[in-house]
């Protein structure tokens, strides 16, 4: 098992900048990769940003410019470092870490981020 734990976000200004933090615990050699996630209210959840176990990292065209993942000296911590916010950046947003194979899939609890206009 891989415990997830997050922090960071809370309340931005529009164009305003915050950074999440993410720190696996437990059966981290098990890792492959490690991403963010989102779900804004009456929506699915949607991938941020995902970084693999060679660093290599992938962002969907809706953050990518504005949003870096990155890790610490730590490697069982990973950062996502958020820009240039929009209102429409509000969401609940999740650090996941996949196994070796996908087999599984590892969830934290979450942390809002609100992006006031």
């Known amino acids: 098992q891989v415990q997830l734990v997050e922090s960071g976000g809370g309340l931005v200004q529009a164009g305003g900048s915050t950074r999440l933090s993410c720190t696996a615990s437990?059966?981290?050699?098990?890792?492959?990769?490690m991403g963010w996630y989102r779900q804004a209210p009456g929506k699915q959840r949607e991938l941020v940003a995902t970084?693999?176990?060679?660093?290599?990292?992938n962002y969907p065209d809706s953050v990518k410019g504005r949003f870096t993942i990155f890790r610490g000296n730590a490697k069982n911590t990973v950062y996502l470092q958020m820009s240039s916010l929009k209102p429409e950046d509000t969401a609940v947003y999740y650090c996941a870490a996949r196994s070796f194979g996908g087999a599984d899939v590892f969830w934290g609890q979450g942390t809002q981020v609100t992006v006031s206009s």
């Open positions: 437990g059966m981290i050699f098990s890792i492959d990769s």
């Open positions: 970084i693999t176990s060679r660093d290599s990292t």
